[in-house]
Every structure is written in structure tokens, then in C-alpha cells.
């Protein structure tokens, strides 16, 4: 969380730094509600095993989404 947070300080100023915390905020609230709530249902009627299938494509996602949206590196524009 500490590397999140320097990376929004160091790229958004005023109104638009506060907008970022906010929406980081409300997507790790979602995250532990969410998150509680998919887990238990998956160990109570199937396997911990398929938590971690889970996840594995959740990440493959996210990172193929991050290679498609996001510059491969960063610009000199402020």
C-alpha cells in the first residue's frame, strides 16, 4: 500500500489526488467484502484449491489488460 500511495501523490494533484484515494478506498472496501464472502462460499462447497484457480486467471487477466491499456513507459507529459 505505501508504493499505491506514492504513486498517486507523486501523479495527481488537488481535486484529482482526492479522487484516486477515493476510488482506491471504495475498490478495497468492495475488495474485502467481496472477497470474504467468494472464498467462503468456495471452501464451504468445494475445495480451497478452487480459490486459487481462481485467482491465478483473475491475475492473468489484470495483467493482460494492464500490458493492453497502460504505456510501456512513462511519458514525459504532466
Do not use: C
Not at 64 to 73: E, F, H, I, S, W
Amino acid at each position: 500500500m505505501p508504493t499505491t500511495y506514492s504513486i498517486v501523490v507523486e501523479n495527481y494533484d488537488g481535486a484529482n489526488r482526492a479522487k484516486v484515494f477515493g476510488a482506491i478506498g471504495g475498490m478495497i472496501a468492495v475488495g474485502i467484502a467481496v472477497e470474504s464472502m467468494v472464498g467462503g462460499t468456495l471452501t464451504t462447497y468445494g475445495s480451497w484449491r478452487w480459490g486459487l484457480v481462481g485467482e491465478f486467471f483473475l491475475m492473468l487477466v489484470i495483467v493482460g489488460l494492464t500490458y493492453r491499456y497502460l504505456p510501456a513507459k512513462p511519458s514525459e507529459e504532466s
